[in-house]
């Protein structure tokens, strides 16, 4: 696999909801990023993972939102009791490229909470 | 924090004429700054990078220039096809590896009029 998965791409909730993301990143990298993305805007870092181990938090990334990379392979982020301002494309990334030089996004999955 | 600022917002320009992108980042820390472009709902994705050790890098069409006394990088798109039409966004990192969170511009909306 050469590309970094995410499931689902699309997801609407009712506020107060909880919902889980999962990214499968490229397996031959160690480091797994999640970003989010609201219309207009550029992707803003919320976490990353070195393995199994969470290494740095956004301050976006409230008491609401956990994320896991158990066994250092897939990751899952969650948001518990979503709020109308969660809505937003949530990104995942690897390194990638021969020297692991460049982020590769995944399709990221699309939140709508209504 | 690093900061990144991008203009213009918008930009049209005539089918085979040039499009260029400015930014400009805060920290003098950072070393290595990638432009991805994204098509509508679709993943971003890495047209080309620099790194702080060089002032100018060319690929076909796009070429990209960094000023790390000023903190500004640009992006050079010549001959303008209509499938550049998309989103591009720069972005700024401490890595000369790429694979340390990324702090991303607000965007351009990149139309080529045919």
């Known amino acids: 696999d050469t590309g970094v998965s995410q499931d689902p791409r699309h997801k609407i909730t009712k506020r107060g909801q909880n919902v889980t993301f999962r990214c499968d990143p490229i397996?031959?990298?160690?480091?797994l990023y999640w970003y989010r993305q609201t219309l207009g805007q550029g992707p803003e870092f919320l976490t990353y993972?070195?393995?199994?181990?969470?290494?740095?938090k956004s301050r976006l990334l409230s008491d609401r939102f956990s994320a896991e990379r158990p066994k250092g392979s897939f990751s899952t982020l969650e948001i518990q009791r979503t709020e109308q301002g969660d809505s937003a494309m949530y990104l995942c990334?690897?390194?990638?490229?021969?020297?692991?030089?460049?982020?590769?996004f995944g399709q990221g999955t699309r939140l709508t909470v209504v | 924090g690093e900061n990144v600022e991008q203009h213009p917002s918008t930009l049209s320009v005539q089918e085979g004429d040039s499009a260029v992108i400015k930014c400009t980042y805060s920290?003098?820390?950072?070393?290595?700054f990638p432009w991805y472009k994204q098509e509508l709902g679709k993943r971003p994705q890495l047209i080309i990078d620099?790194?702080?050790?060089?002032g100018e890098k060319k690929d076909q069409r796009i070429a990209v220039t960094l000023n790390k006394t000023a903190k500004h990088f640009s992006l050079h798109i010549t001959e303008t096809q209509p499938e550049d039409s998309a989103v591009y966004f720069c972005?700024?990192?401490?890595?000369?590896?790429?694979?340390?969170?990324?702090?991303f511009g607000t965007g351009t909306r990149l139309t080529i009029i045919p």
């Open positions: 397996s031959e990298h160690n480091r």
């Open positions: 620099i790194r702080s050790n060089v």
């Open positions: 993972f070195q393995n199994e181990a969470q290494l740095e």
């Open positions: 920290d003098s820390a950072s070393n290595y």
């Open positions: 972005a700024a990192s401490r890595s000369n590896f790429g694979n340390e969170k990324l702090t």
């Open positions: 990334a690897s390194p990638a490229g021969a020297f692991g030089t460049e982020a590769f």
